[in-house]
């Protein structure tokens, strides 16, 4: 089955220092991929996503490239925030039709904590 | 993107006394789900809710224990059956954008068991 690994956490950072959350991944056929951030106390929001080979999903100075060949989507950051401190979550969605259509697949979150 | 609104936000509850958790969101949504994420951990899907149809639970969920209800499409239920101190999670819903294969997340409901 579907499956998403992240990259052992916590991660503690000063501020403007660079980041990298690793997430590689396990699906059939082509799925979309995706990185959600929780901010403490909040639900889900989506950060950034990609759908296809050699996509770059960014938002918020965060990026990630879709890497079909190391089955890859790691999010890098150039400069991060103390508003950055949140749990990172790397998921996938396989695309399969019927009863799987839809589904998201998580990897295990990795917490950021980012010190003035 | 969907705004959903989920009530309540928290609550602390009885051993063995049951809570229904609503979902609502401002625009219709065919596929709509329930998960569950307990302390330190990732999400759990516990089962796809769409309108006009069952839900679909998964494996290590059942019906008995978490009954859910989708009378229209811009909301649903999820109730916790029987609470255990093991049910202690927050419980969040999420809706489908299928022309961009999103899914969007309610704020959550956080849930303790005494």
């Known amino acids: 089955g579907d499956s998403v690994t992240q990259m052992e956490g916590p991660v503690t950072l000063s501020e403007e220092a660079f980041l990298t959350i690793n997430c590689t991944y396990t699906a059939t056929g082509y799925p979309s991929l995706f990185w959600y951030v929780q901010y403490p106390g909040e639900g889900l929001q989506l950060l950034l996503k990609a759908t296809k080979a050699d996509d770059k999903g960014s938002n918020k100075g965060f990026e990630a490239t879709y890497r079909k060949e190391t089955t890859s989507f790691h999010l890098e950051k150039g400069s991060v925030q103390v508003s950055d401190s949140a749990v990172y979550f790397c998921?996938?969605?396989?695309?399969?039709?019927?009863?799987?259509?839809?589904?998201?697949?998580f990897g295990q979150g990795t917490i950021l904590t980012v010190h003035p | 993107s969907a705004v959903i609104s989920q009530k309540p936000s928290r609550d602390i509850c009885q051993r063995g006394t049951s809570l229904t958790i609503q979902c609502q969101v401002d625009?219709?949504?065919?596929?709509m789900f329930w998960y569950r994420q307990q302390p330190g951990q990732s999400l759990t899907l516990i089962a796809t809710a769409n309108q006009g149809s069952e839900a679909t639970y998964e494996s290590g969920f059942v019906i008995d224990k978490f009954p859910i209800s989708r009378p229209n499409l811009t909301f649903s239920t999820l109730t916790v059956s029987n609470m255990s101190p093991e049910d202690s999670s927050i419980y969040l819903c999420s809706v489908l954008d299928r022309s961009q294969n999103i899914q969007y997340f309610g704020a959550g409901t956080r849930l303790s068991v005494l």
């Open positions: 625009s219709q949504v065919t596929m």
């Open positions: 998921a996938l969605s396989s695309g399969a039709g019927g009863t799987s259509y839809g589904k998201l697949t």
